[in-house]
């Protein structure tokens, strides 16, 4: 009995000292997270310096979603005038044109090979569409008569994101509550998620993994393994309204979520928790705070961009928690989506005024 005691003793003894050591690191490294950022260089040059370079007017209805494609030059823009429109963001041409069935298109991506685009919305269905090789110059005639290259219709609500897996597969999200992976050469359903109790807002894939992130308005986000059928991984929680938009960090091991409390959240994946809450301060009950719409992060991830329904657009640098105003125009209108291209030299804003703009 008295070497049971012993041992036990000496087992307590020794978490003591472990629990004291690992204090000690965390204490160090918290020292050297804020040395490090007192130390790093303030963002006002680049608030100086980061303007709209160019202005792609083209779209006739509110512009409600874009995508970059992975050239670095190449955006995709969906408008509720019924058109997909594939630009040159350096030269502002209008490369293709794709007018659609349906003019209540909420969502729109680009597949990484540039060669196919999907858009959706109120019709509930995901159309895919192949991007021809002729010129850009083909006439109205011939793009008033191109078909969809595949009709995905399995969702029974709006289709509110879509994310391409490669050119043979795709993630999409819906009003219906659910995710659903598609096979596209076949149009066939391989996975369907559920697990959110309300609308899924938007989606995000985590490159080099088989996992993607859905934001929901349950004001949750979840991980998923899209491998699986009981695929719900992790949970995130921290909003208290709608989440609209989801983003991934370069390095894919926090991503960034926002929504209609105008919070937007800094999530780490590795402790399963938030980071850091960015929230505009100063706002009384009667005017209330304005919802996020968009969130993107800059190519480094220290900078977080943000577009608000109240037209305003900001970067939230994470490493010293300060807000930086982008764009705050009081005659403009609703931010509806934004994002950083694939070399991170650039940022493409969206809108109801009908304009895209590159930033850098």
Same mark, same amino acid.
């Given at each position: ?6 041992? #036990? ?5 020794? #978490? ?62 969906? /408008? ?16 293709? *044109? ?5 003019? $209540?298109? *909420?969502?729109?991506? *680009? ?6 685009? /999907? ?11 192949? !991007? ?15 078909? /969809?290259? &595949? ?30 992976? $598609? ?39 979840? #991980? ?44 780490? &994946? ?35 961009? /943000? ?5 305003? %657009? ?9 807000? #930086? ?22 940022? %493409?804003?969206?809108?109801?005024? !009908? ?6």
């Amino acid at each position: 009995m008295s070497d049971n005691k012993a041992q #036990i003793h000496e087992n307590q003894v020794r #978490i003591e000292k472990l629990e004291k050591k690992v204090t000690e690191i965390q204490g160090n490294l918290d020292r050297q997270f804020n040395t490090v950022a007192d130390v790093s260089s303030d963002v006002e040059d680049f608030k100086q310096q980061f303007k709209a370079r160019k202005c792609m007017v083209g779209h006739y209805g509110k512009i409600y979603a874009m995508d970059w494609g992975n050239d670095e030059t190449t955006v995709l823009s969906a /408008a509720q005038d019924g058109a997909l429109i594939v630009w040159n963001a350096l030269t502002n041409n209008k490369l293709h *044109m794709i007018n659609l069935i349906s003019a $209540w298109v *909420m969502s729109c991506g *680009m597949s990484p090979s540039g060669q196919l685009t /999907a858009s959706g919305g109120l019709d509930n269905t995901c159309s895919i569409y192949k !991007l021809s090789s002729d010129s850009p110059q083909a006439s109205k005639k011939e793009v008033k008569e191109q078909q /969809a290259h &595949r009709t995905l219709t399995e969702h029974s609500g709006y289709l509110s994101g879509a994310v391409f897996m490669g050119d043979e597969k795709i993630i999409t999200s819906s009003g219906d509550g659910t995710c659903i992976l $598609w096979d596209v050469n076949s149009s066939k359903v391989l996975n369907t998620f559920v697990g959110h109790t309300s609308d899924v807002m938007a989606v995000s894939l985590i490159p080099n993994e088989s996992t993607f992130i859905s934001g929901s308005c349950d004001h949750t986000c979840k #991980i998923w393994d899209h491998r699986q059928f009981d695929a719900n991984v992790q949970t995130f929680a921290g909003h208290v309204k709608d989440v609209n938009t989801v983003s991934v960090s370069q390095n894919q091991h926090s991503f960034v979520s926002a929504g209609d409390d105008s919070k937007v959240i800094l999530h780490d &994946r590795r402790s399963y928790g938030p980071l850091q809450t960015y929230s505009q301060e100063n706002m009384s009950l009667e005017n209330l705070p304005p919802a996020v719409t968009a969130v993107a992060f800059s190519h480094s991830s220290r900078l977080i961009f /943000a577009g608000y329904d109240d037209a305003s %657009c900001l970067a939230w640098d994470t490493l010293k928690n300060k807000r #930086i105003d982008i764009s705050r125009d009081a005659n403009a209108v609703r931010v509806s989506c934004l994002g950083v291209n694939t070399t991170g030299n650039a940022l %493409c804003t969206g809108g109801w005024d !009908l304009a895209l703009r590159i930033w850098c």
